[in-house]
């Protein structure tokens, strides 16, 4: 089981990023998928996640209306659309799949989880 994200990097604020994550060994089409990120001295936070159909989603409160998860079970991959950038979305953002098939924010409901692609959004 792999989890494998990319496509973070070096923005300006307001800017936008997509991010990217394949996964690998197994289908996770019958699973919920999120993104989490950890900014340096704090803790993972979560900040979207995808219901097994893409039909549901979720978002932290500091990113709804500015981020947008999808994902292509086709492609076994999961997105993170990133707009309007802020300096306080800087951090490494992780990609996990989670055990239950529904949208959820609990991290403990997440068993599988990629190495993470770091954003710095600079002023």
């Known amino acids: 089981v792999q989890l494998q994200a990319f496509g973070g990097g070096l923005v300006q604020a307001g800017g936008s990023l997509r991010l990217s994550c394949v996964a690998s060994?197994?289908?996770?089409?019958?699973?919920?998928m999120g993104w989490f990120r950890q900014a340096p001295g704090k803790e993972r936070e979560f900040v979207a996640s995808i219901s097994w159909n893409g039909v549901s989603t979720n978002y932290a409160d500091s990113v709804k209306g500015r981020f947008a998860i999808s994902r292509d079970n086709a492609k076994n991959t999961l997105y993170l659309q990133m707009s309007s950038l802020k300096l306080e979305d800087t951090a490494v953002y992780y990609c996990?799949?989670?055990?239950?098939?529904?949208?959820?924010?609990?991290?403990?409901?997440?068993?599988?989880w990629g190495q993470g692609t770091l954003v710095t959004v600079s002023s």
């Open positions: 996990a799949v989670s055990s239950v098939a529904v949208v959820t924010r609990s991290i403990n409901l997440y068993s599988a």
């Open positions: 060994g197994r289908t996770f089409s019958n699973y919920a």
